[in-house]
T-cell receptor, first 113, second 113 residues
Framework: GNSVTQMEGPVTLSEEAFLTINCTYT??????LFWYVQYPGEGLQLLLK?????DKGSNKGFEATYRKETTSFHLEKGSVQVSDSAVYFC????????????FGSGTQLTVLP | DGGITQSPKYLFRKEGQNVTLSCEQN?????MYWYRQDPGQGLRLIYY???????QKGDIAEGYSVSREKKESFPLTVTSAQKNPTAFYLC????????????FGPGTRLTVL
């Protein structure tokens, strides 16, 4: 079946540091890939997505590139802010009968001023 | 504004009681989902529905029940058969099952005493 493996947290960075959160996946066919963000006590919000190989999703300074050869979708941001502190989830949507979202376990990010 | 509402935000129940969590959306989405979130475990799919009067079990359906009598509404009942019901419950919707973005509600935190 489909699965998503995320870099374990928590991750603590200073403001303006570079962020990478690793995400790799296992899936048959050609899944779509997503990054969601969850702020404390809230639901999830879509951060970015990519629907085919070599696509780059980007939003609010965050980027991730769909790498089929390495089955990865790593999240990056060049300069994090305190307001980026949240939990980040990598997810995939499979094809055929397995089109529901499968989520990774989440990575807690804390950015210190 | 369009979106998903969940109520209540916090819910306390005694062990052995059934409890129903509300989820309403005004996005005109066909698909709706219920997830359970436990610390460090990401989101796990409980039930999903692609159309009115139809729903399917997700990965952890035991001890839960749902109904989909209206397109806008997808209530979840946590029954007394659920062994460990204390968790954060998230409802989501999407245009249809597949690679589309899922929109999430703010969640309900259920505590069983």
């Amino acid at each position: 079946g489909n699965s998503v493996t995320q870099m374990e947290g928590p991750v603590t960075l200073s403001e303006e540091a570079f962020l990478t959160i690793n995400c790799t996946y296992t899936a048959t066919g050609y899944p779509s890939l997503f990054w969601y963000v969850q702020y404390p006590g809230e639901g999830l919000q879509l951060l970015l997505k990519a629907t085919k190989a070599d696509d780059k999703g980007s939003n609010k300074g965050f980027e991730a590139t769909y790498r089929k050869e390495t089955t990865s979708f790593h999240l990056e941001k060049g300069s994090v802010q305190v307001s980026d502190s949240a939990v980040y989830f990598c997810a995939l949507s499979g094809s055929g009968s397995a089109r529901q979202l499968t989520f990774g376990s989440g990575t807690q990010l804390t950015v210190l001023p | 504004d369009g979106g998903i509402t969940q109520s209540p935000k916090y819910l306390f129940r005694k062990e052995g009681q059934n409890v129903t969590l509300s989820c309403e959306q005004n996005l005109n989405h066909d698909a709706m989902y219920w997830y359970r979130q436990d610390p460090g475990q990401g989101l796990r799919l409980i039930y999903y529905s692609q159309i009115v009067n139809d729903f399917q079990k997700g990965d952890i359906a035991e001890g839960y029940s749902v109904s989909r009598e209206k397109k806008e509404s997808f209530p979840l009942t946590v029954t007394s058969a659920q062994k460990n019901p204390t968790a954060f419950y998230l409802c989501a919707s999407s245009i249809m099952i597949g690679p589309d973005e899922q929109f999430f509600g703010p969640g309900t935190r259920l505590t069983v005493l």
